[in-house]
T-cell receptor, first 115, second 112 residues
Framework: GAVVSQHPSRVICKSGTSVKIECRSL??????MFWYRQFPKQSLMLMAT?????????EQGVEKDKFLINHASLTLSTLTVTSAHPEDSSFYIC???????????FGQGTRLTVV | GNSVTQMEGPVTLSEEAFLTINCTYT??????LFWYVQYPGEGLQLLLK???ADDKGSNKGFEATYRKETTSFHLEKGSVQVSDSAVYFC???????????WGAGTKLIIKP
């Protein structure tokens, strides 16, 4: 149990378009999900905390209008990169927390390339 | 602020060699410490953790001891296998809401 599925695993898009990344908890309900971004050879940086049914909490320096997060159900959170630019190219990873467990479960990550 | 520093990779070893991946941290207070592993094409998985000083986390032959005096949480394994090839991340958490601060990751390559 405790599987988190992230889709797509890779996406290439044109500059100016929007891209949606999905994070699903397949066999448990996740009241909290996290979105991270990782640049090459750097740490994972927390972008935002997503709570089901409420607005996401963004970390300092993360543009909430550019990185739209929706957590409409207990099993799905989405990250939409709006008007993507080449500097948004990165590896995005989500994680989900299961009530009563002291660890987070991670998706496989999404490699976004904006050309 | 809080941060995690781990040794740069890639680390290349032969099968059955002894492994150490260094991890040190800076934190105000008493963090929980974690090692996560990411196998090729898969998501991050919790490998082991320690929640207080002198605790030793262990799993799949890997061990790490929470050393408060040296602010370290080095990952060790006595005899690595080809299947251990992966990227290993050290991380800390200051609270119970699962927000993690990550090291940059160390790629481990084990040659037969």
């Amino acid at each position: 149990g405790a599987v988190v599925s992230q889709h797509p695993s890779r996406v290439i898009c044109k500059s100016g378009t929007s891209v949606k990344i999905e994070c699903r908890s397949l066999d448990f309900q996740a009241t909290t999900m996290f979105w991270y971004r990782q640049f090459p050879k750097q740490s994972l940086m927390l972008m935002a905390t997503s709570n089901e049914g409420s607005k996401a909490t963004y970390e300092q320096g993360v543009e909430k209008d550019k990185f739209l997060i929706n957590h409409a159900s207990l099993t799905l959170s989405t990250l939409t990169v709006t008007s993507a630019h080449p500097e948004d190219s990165s590896f995005y990873i989500c994680s989900a927390c299961r009530d009563g467990y002291t660890e987070a479960f991670f998706g496989q990550g999404t490699r976004l390339t904006v050309v | 602020g809080n941060s995690v520093t781990q040794m740069e990779g890639p680390v290349t070893l032969s099968e059955e060699a002894f492994l150490t991946i260094n991890c040190t941290y800076t934190a105000t207070g008493y963090p929980s410490l974690f090692w996560y592993v990411q196998y090729p094409g898969e998501g991050l998985q919790l490998l082991l953790k320690a929640t207080k000083a002198d605790d030793k986390g262990s799993n799949k032959g890997f061990e790490a001891t929470y050393r408060k005096e040296t602010t370290s949480f080095h990952l060790e394994k006595g005899s690595v296998q080809v299947s251990d090839s992966a990227v290993y991340f050290c991380a800390l958490s200051m609270d119970s809401n699962y927000q993690l601060i990550w090291g940059a990751g160390t790629k481990l390559i084990i040659k037969p």
